[in-house]
């Protein structure tokens, strides 16, 4: 199962909307990265616009505060040509006390062919899909998936492992409320990687183990072998919820140092962003060079093309 | 469903096909002027075996290399929101500097010309040639759009409800065009 062969990936997406993970094929993973391969080539040439999403309106459903998802949602769109409305922030209706409901039937009302939202609620984007007739992408409900990051990261991961079979990832940090970790041991599980958590207890869900990972609360088992280190961003309200001691006790238990990356020669690391430096990575594992978070950026917005395009043209009748 | 096909005439066996391939090579090596340098560039899927085999064959002849590249125009269609299910999206690769050369954009099937369009456009995007060519296997007829072959292989009038099939080797069986009827049109 190379990343690379064509053969694998299907050639249309069975589902109209992106919610989440855990229901997609490895069929229709391939087709995503491969199609994002491909739309990666637009964002080096001199023009980075392609007339394919041409007279498509796209509404960005932002619910709760984020910058660089919603702006690489944004620039998705537009290097597609798509039209692309904003709504969210301080002063529109979200902060009005609208319902979700009624925003969705004025959105409907307003005729756009997709919906991007990012909610608190945790089926949020499920929910969207019930109020409006385009496709629904999720980007980010709750503590649920926030699946476009999980397949940049799996993107990124493919630009230097050329397969995901017994590929052994370790996700770092707070598990538990981390939807990005979610999204991606659905996606790496079902690629057929050796998916490790790593963690705090308070920070690790009870029973997770079901899902088809291994936990370790110590580091240095989970970096033993390990080829991809995707550690997650804490969360500074973590720490007034009593849930972990103290920054610096984080970092000098579960944060990645220079000496981690000598010890572990073919280890990448990946970080969603913001990184906390100096609590989820030393500022010498930020700069390394293989520490990959720059890539995943770029790899971002291609995902997100693809993902655009291939929702867009899908009519298949609605699995989730 | 798909509906049910029914083959009406083969119209080129294999060594048609080489033949017309290899006449068609020669017709480009006579378009070569010392002005400008030619660069081939095949439309996914059969268009780029047809170039990979122009490119070959003129090495062959006349010992000249030309330059090849790819190119998907799925993105550049204008179809989008009229077919049901996406379009795998193919290489595009051009490992050449696409402005001020002469280049031919080469392609099976030469129908509606609305592959031809779309084509241009992408090109477009990439730089700008200082002349640009259409070769095709087949032309069909049929235009929708004012579009026309600079290089044939052969004229074939069809009605619509027919569909001309290429087939090589590379990745079909074996080399050969086919008239195929289809049942209703959808």
Not at chain 1, 21 to 34: A, C, G, N, P, Q
Not at chain 1, 56 to 63: A, E
Not at chain 1, 90 to 108: F, P, V, W
Not at chain 1, 287 to 315: F, K, P
Request: hydrophobic fraction near 40%.
């Amino acid at each position: 199962m190379n990343i690379g062969d064509s053969n694998i990936s299907s050639q249309v997406l069975l589902h109209r909307h992106l919610l989440g993970l855990s229901t997609y094929s490895v069929e229709e993973i391939f087709l995503i990265l491969e199609t994002a391969r491909e739309f990666r080539e637009i964002l080096e040439r001199p023009i980075k616009r392609v007339p394919t999403l041409r007279g498509f309106t796209i509404v960005n459903l932002f619910f709760e505060p984020s910058t660089r998802t919603r702006i690489s949602f944004e620039l998705a769109a537009k290097r597609l040509s798509a039209d692309l409305v904003n709504f969210g922030g301080s002063g529109s209706s979200l902060s009005k006390g609208e319902t979700l409901r009624d925003t969705a039937q004025n959105i409907e009302a307003m005729k756009v062919d997709m919906a991007i939202i990012r909610h608190s609620s945790p089926g949020a984007a499920h929910f969207l899909t019930r109020c409006i007739q385009g496709s629904v992408i999720n980007a980010g409900d709750g503590a649920h998936e926030h699946p476009t990051q999980a397949l940049l990261d799996l993107l990124t991961i493919s630009e230097h492992y050329d397969r995901f079979e017994n590929l052994r990832v370790s996700i770092i940090g707070d598990i538990a409320h981390s939807r990005v970790a979610r999204s991606n041991i659905f996606a790496l599980t079902t690629l057929g990687a050796q998916v490790t958590l790593c963690g705090p207890q308070t920070l690790i869900p009870v029973s997770i183990e079901q899902l088809g990972v291994r936990v370790t609360h110590r580091l240095d088992e989970a970096l033993e072998d390990c080829q991809v280190a995707m550690t997650l961003r804490i969360q500074q309200e973590r720490f007034g919820a009593s849930l972990v001691p103290s920054l610096r006790e984080y970092n000098a238990l579960y944060g990645l140092t220079s000496e981690h990356m000598e010890i572990h020669q073919d280890l990448i690391v990946l970080h969603p962003g913001p990184v906390n430096r100096g609590v989820e990575l030393d500022d010498e594992v930020v700069e390394h060079e293989r520490a990959v978070i720059l890539d995943q950026v770029t790899n971002g917005v291609a995902v997100r093309m693809a993902v655009m395009y291939l929702l867009a043209s899908s009519r298949a009748t609605d699995r989730d | 469903m798909k509906p049910p096909e029914i083959i009406k005439a083969q119209l080129m066996d294999a060594q048609d096909v080489h033949r017309t391939i290899t006449r068609l090579a020669r017709q480009v090596i006579e378009s070569m002027d010392s002005s400008h340098e030619i660069a081939i560039v095949g439309l996914h899927r059969r268009g780029v075996y047809l170039g990979k085999r122009l490119q070959t064959l003129i090495y062959e002849l006349e010992g000249i290399n030309v330059p090849f590249g790819t190119l998907d125009v799925t993105m550049y269609r204008d179809d989008f929101r009229r077919r049901s299910g996406a379009r795998k999206i193919r290489s595009t690769n051009i490992p050449f500097n696409v402005s001020s050369g002469h280049l031919i954009l080469v392609d099976d099937v030469l129908y509606t010309g609305r592959t031809v369009r779309a084509a241009m456009d992408a090109v477009t995007d990439l730089g700008r040639p200082a002349r640009l060519q259409f070769l095709t296997l087949i032309d069909r007829e049929h235009r929708e759009l004012p579009i026309r072959a600079d290089m044939v292989g052969r004229v074939v009038p069809t009605i619509s409800r027919e569909e001309v099939r290429v087939q090589l080797s590379e990745i079909d069986d074996h080399d050969g065009v086919w008239l195929i009827e289809r049942g209703e049109d959808e």
